[in-house]
């Protein structure tokens, strides 16, 4: 599955453009008073200005190139970014995923994630710059009933579980893009923070141009 775009919802829009313009070095697409995007590789990043979504918190992951794992965390340092500590190491592995997860806050309390997955191969030899990251490949969804959504998703979507799923946290799709559908007050891994709904949009491709709003939450899928 392809993650075209992810649209974020925040209070601090000037916040946010300084951590990914300046921290991650990320090139702004367009910018306003009420909206910002970024490129991230071949997927982009929209915050939305927002008075009426109080305290607004997402998770999501961006693929990087997958042997610069280290690098990555040695450039975050660098540029003044504190990485979240799991089991008091810089990175968490899973075997089962074959990958490297690193996680840090943004300036407004996301829970963002970079993830080398060591399945998708790259030939790489210079030092880590915000080029080598590859793509959004993941997005939080908190739900009241796991079973329920993720089901909903595969069927709508025609995707598939991903490796394997319970009641608590099921991912869907593939290593290129993930709906992480997790149940509500779950905390999330590299994090201190729980699991909550949020409103948010996301652009996938699937060749068949439409919009579904998922079941009774607050999420919007568009496909082009």
Known sequence: ?????????????????????VGLELPIMESSNTSITFLVGLSRLTFVQSDTVANPYYHFAFNIVEDKNQLAIEWLKSRGINISQVDDHDESYSESWNSHSIYFYDSVGNIVEFIARHNQKHESYSEFTYKDILNISEIGLPSEDVIELSTYIQEQYDEQMYLSGSPTFTPIGDEEGLFIVSIRQRIWLGSNKEAEIFPLEIVINQGKPGTKQLLQYPYKIITI
């Open 1 to 21: 599955m392809k993650i075209e775009e992810i649209r974020l919802y925040t209070e601090h829009l000037d916040a946010v453009k300084d951590f990914y313009s």
